[in-house]
């Protein structure tokens, strides 16, 4: 008999420690397509150490559900036929309940149409400004899944407008990239520049990758600009401005935010850069700001001013967080849960493990929370945008510093002023 019960009492123990361990070994994974190489490579290597110091943190305040949060992470390679084949392969075989990802809009449009859209499966995009993923949920075929915490570059585009006519740019000429994202920024900022008083002198479309820019910056020189606004990633716009520069180009320059990057800046030299500007998505300061740029560096071995690196912190949070509350892989529920996370009516949540597992004992008591992230306190509209100031910056002895403000309100005065 006491046999039979050590036996027992045995057995008992293994399963409790088997238990134990399962629960140990737990994980939720959430695939994340980033561009971890080419043109926009530098923002996807941002933008998935971001992601994973966010599920870091969630981890040590406790994980979700007991399980751990873990990436599946893949390089889209700053394509989108590469990018719908690695989200293919996340969402059917690997059936993650949500994709953080692309960076860029050239990216997250064709996986939202060909592979998350259709399969509603929660897509969230740390840097995806471009007005057409709007016109998509717009137009019904999101299927509501898709959101960004970046502002559109319908937005971006009139905040840039103002910027470059307060700068003394009263002729502009144009060069972008020629995909998605460049033909909709020029588009916004042409109307809105046009209105304020501002000349363009010519608009040259340029496709990424090539070895010499040349044709393109002859043609961008017609018409005696007094300036360059150049819409571009960091690889290819330094090519092209070194390419300026040396035919002779002023060197006076408007940026798009993607352009905020010390590589950039080292690659064409901060002594051609002295009256270089450009706007960004901004942020609104927080304590989450403080806790990620207090960290970030030491987590990523990348400076926490890389464009995406704050925004993508957000993204894998808010998902995150967003499980928890969903208390199931049920990418419908996640959807439904996205919004509860920036509950306007919530307990304030901010960055890092103490204020996640004050968050997670929240949900577990069924209660409200509204995370205000690194980019600040933000909410998504039935199509998955937010609304936010934008950064005014300038590159100041080789670096970036911050100039001004423009706030919500302010775009939106001047959105009416030029309509």
């Not at 039979?4 to 695939?31: E, H, P, R, V």
Request: hydrophobic share 40%.
């Amino acid at each position: 008999m006491k046999k039979t019960l050590l036996q027992l009492s045995t057995a008992l123990g293994l399963l409790l420690a088997a238990g134990a361990a399962n629960a140990a070994d737990c994980k939720i994974t959430i695939g994340l397509v980033m561009e971890l190489t080419g043109p926009a490579g530098a923002y996807g290597q941002a933008g998935a150490k971001s992601v994973e110091m966010a599920f870091r943190d969630i981890n040590e305040a406790g994980g979700v559900r007991g399980c751990d949060l873990v990436t599946d992470t893949r390089d889209s390679q700053s394509q989108g036929n590469v990018a719908v084949d690695a989200a293919t392969q996340l969402v059917q075989v690997k059936k993650v309940p949500a994709v953080i990802g692309g960076i860029i809009s050239s990216v997250s449009i064709p996986i939202l149409t060909s592979v998350t859209g259709p399969a509603k499966i929660v897509q969230v995009s740390p840097a995806s400004s471009s007005p057409t993923l709007t016109k998509l949920g717009r137009e019904g075929k999101t299927n509501g899944i898709f959101f960004r915490t970046i502002t559109s570059d319908a937005l971006q585009g009139v905040a840039a407008a103002k910027y470059a006519i307060d700068k003394g740019f009263k002729k502009l000429a144009i060069i972008h990239v020629n995909n998605d994202f460049g033909v909709n920024m020029v588009a916004e900022f042409s109307r809105a520049y046009k209105a304020l008083g501002g000349e363009i002198a010519s608009v040259t479309p340029y496709n990424e990758k090539q070895s010499s820019y040349q044709s393109e910056v002859t043609a961008g020189m017609a018409g005696e600009p007094d300036g360059l606004y150049l819409v571009s990633y960091p690889v290819d716009g330094a090519t092209i401005a070194r390419s300026w520069i040396s035919q002779g180009g002023v060197q006076k320059f408007l940026l798009n935010d993607g352009m905020n990057s010390p590589d950039f800046i080292d690659s064409v030299g901060a002594e051609y850069l002295k009256e270089a500007y450009g706007t960004s998505s901004g942020t609104s300061p927080t304590k989450s700001t403080e806790y990620f740029n207090a960290n970030y560096e030491a987590f990523s071995g990348i400076a926490p001013s890389n464009p995406a690196a704050d925004r993508s912190y957000d993204a894998g949070a808010i998902v995150g967080l967003a499980v928890a509350i969903a208390g199931s892989e049920d990418p419908a529920a996640i959807k439904d849960a996205i919004y509860k996370v920036v509950d306007p009516t919530g307990e304030p949540i901010f960055a890092g493990k103490d204020e996640f597992q004050k968050a997670l004992g929240l949900i577990k008591e069924g209660k409200p929370i509204r995370y205000q992230g690194v980019i600040g306190a933000v909410s998504f509209d039935k199509y998955g945008d937010i609304t936010g100031p934008f950064r005014l910056w300038g590159i100041k002895d080789g670096k970036v510093e911050t100039e001004g403000q423009m706030t919500t309100e302010d775009v939106g005065k001047l959105q009416a002023q030029i309509q």
